[in-house]
Structure formats: C-alpha cells, structure tokens
C-alpha cells in the first residue's frame, strides 16, 4: 500500500433489496415482517413458558431458552434494519453502524451454534450416563456451560469483526447485501491483505462452525448407539424422541447456511443470492420456535396449559 493514499470511508450503502421490481417489495416487507414478528412473539411464548412450569426446570430446557434469547437477538441484529431499507430509499449505514451490526450478527450467531453443540452434549448425558446426569448437568454446570457460549460468541464476533475492520475501505462504498455480510464487505478493502484475511476469516468461522458440528454428530453416534441397546422399540421410541426436535433444528441450521455459504460459484444473481441469504437470517430462525413447538410433547403440553390458565379467567 505504500505510495497509495486512501481516505477512510465513513459510510457504506446497502443495495438489498433495492435491485427489485418496487412493486414487489411490499409484499417481500409483509412476509418478512410477519415472520419476524412470529419469530419473537414464538421465542418469547418459549421462554415465557419454560419460566413459568415449574417441570420445565431442567438442564435441557435452561438451554432452549437461552437458544430462543440468542435467536431473538440475531434477528433483532439484522432484520429491522433489512425491513426499513425495503420501504425506504436511503440505503446508508455508517462505519460503526456497520462494525456494530457484524459483531451481533456474528455474536449471536456463534453462540447459538455453541449452544446447538451444548444441547447435544446434554441429549448425550442424558441418554448414555443418565446415572450421572444430575451430577454432570447441574444446575450451577448448566449456568456456567450458557455462560461459556454467550463468551465463546462475543469472542467469536470481536475477532471476526477487528480482522475486518482493521482494513482500509476504497473505492466503491456498496455492499452487495441487506446487512454488512463480511464476504460483501471485503470486496471493498484495498490493498495486498485482502486475500489474506478473507482467507483468515473463513478458517475461523469454518473451524467454530464445523467444530460444533463434529462435536454434535459425535453426541449423537453415542446416542444412538445407546438407543441400540435398548431392548423395547417402545423404549427406543421414547428415548430417541427426545431427540427430535434438538436434531431437527441442527439439520435445518447447518443445511440452510451450507447451502449459502458453500455453494459452487456460478453465475447466479444478485437478487437470487439475496433472497437465499433470507433462508437463513429469517426463514431458521422463524422455523425454531415451531419445531421445538410441535415436536416436544413436554413443551407442547405446557404451552397448552398456560394458554388455557390465561384464556379461563377471561372467559369467566
């Protein structure tokens, strides 16, 4: 960079959404708003829920609500501000709007992988040394097992963010997305390290990312293993449901962001990648809250029940 002078970019513009037909956009807002609201308000009944029923009170169920509070604050982190640039025509987003916008998307976003890979860890316990689950999963272990993944994700989103930010933007100030996508972003650094920290910043995120995966699958080879050996299909029935919900939201995590992040480069549009960046930002964590809904009978049942305590007074 030496002989180069460039001026520090104060502000980026965020394309979006704004390549559309303007009459579409109306309707891309109501979706995406309604499943933005029906995000919160189903994270919320969750938690609400969880509080609430005493029998709930357990290691797994601490968990889930810690996973509805890192959901609500990822979305909070992104789509609000992708919803007001859908009806509004100025795009701008300050250098430290921006920095502050991929560190809690990143934040969020890690620790809710964290949690994912703590969540099998406690399927695991539970399944194949349930002699030992109070011990291993109490609940001073469970609050200090939340708290390393909320601090493992604040690292996470503090060093991807300084590596990014520590570059000099130039050139064009557009970013290429609804929100400060870094991939988006460092396609507007100068200079030789580009190369390099894109590189950089891939190696930690596929390192965490796969990381938690490997430890997820690794829980559910003993898991299942362990199910196995149980002699009634009755009883592997029972215990392999308890499963279900915790797997399914794995499977849908990692399989929308593999089909983002590591789909073959071609020539796709810029409007057909922004709408698969949505699969992920807003339709996952849209789709936690009804599965772990409609697959946990225990959960389901509770939400049921404080449903019907609220609407009784009020029907008498």
């Not at 005493?54 to 982190?77: D, G, Q």
């Not at 946990?296 to 008498?316: T, V, Y």
């Amino acid at each position: 960079m030496a002989g180069q002078n460039y001026s520090m970019m104060t502000e980026f513009i965020l394309v979006g959404f704004s390549n559309f037909p303007r009459h579409l956009l109306p309707t891309f807002f109501l979706l995406y708003l309604l499943m933005y609201l029906f995000t919160l308000l189903g994270n919320l009944l969750i938690m609400a829920t969880v509080w609430s029923e005493r029998s709930l009170h357990t290691p797994m169920y601490l968990f889930l609500c810690a996973l509805s509070t890192s959901e609500i604050l990822f979305t909070v982190a992104i789509t609000p501000r992708m919803l007001v640039d859908m009806l509004s025509t100025h795009h701008t987003i300050t250098w430290a709007a921006c920095a502050s916008q991929m560190f809690f998307s990143f934040t969020f976003g890690f620790t809710h992988s964290f949690l994912l890979m703590i969540m099998g860890y406690d399927r695991y316990v539970a399944i194949c040394h349930p002699l030992r689950y109070n011990v291993l999963m109490s609940n001073r272990g469970c609050a200090r097992l939340v708290s390393w993944t909320w601090a493992g994700g604040s690292i996470m989103g503090m060093m991807v963010t300084l590596i990014v930010f520590h570059l000099t933007f130039c050139g064009s100030n557009m970013i290429r997305h609804f929100f400060c996508h870094v991939f988006s972003l460092l396609k507007l650094a100068c200079g030789n390290e580009n190369s390099s920290v894109t590189l950089a910043v891939m190696l930690v995120c596929v390192s965490a990312l796969m990381g938690c995966l490997f430890l997820i699958v690794l829980s559910y080879v003993f898991i299942m293993a362990a199910i196995l050996r149980i002699p009634s299909a009755e009883g592997r029935h029972k215990t392999f449901s308890t499963c279900v919900s915790h797997l399914t939201v794995v499977i849908v995590h990692y399989g929308f962001a593999s089909i983002i992040y590591l789909k073959p480069k071609g020539p796709h549009s810029m409007d057909s990648n922004t709408l698969m960046a949505t699969t992920y930002t807003v339709f996952t964590p849209f789709l936690s809250p009804i599965i772990f809904s409609l697959r946990n009978k225990e959960l389901k049942n509770a939400i049921k029940k404080s449903i019907q305590r609220k609407l009784i007074p009020l029907s008498s």
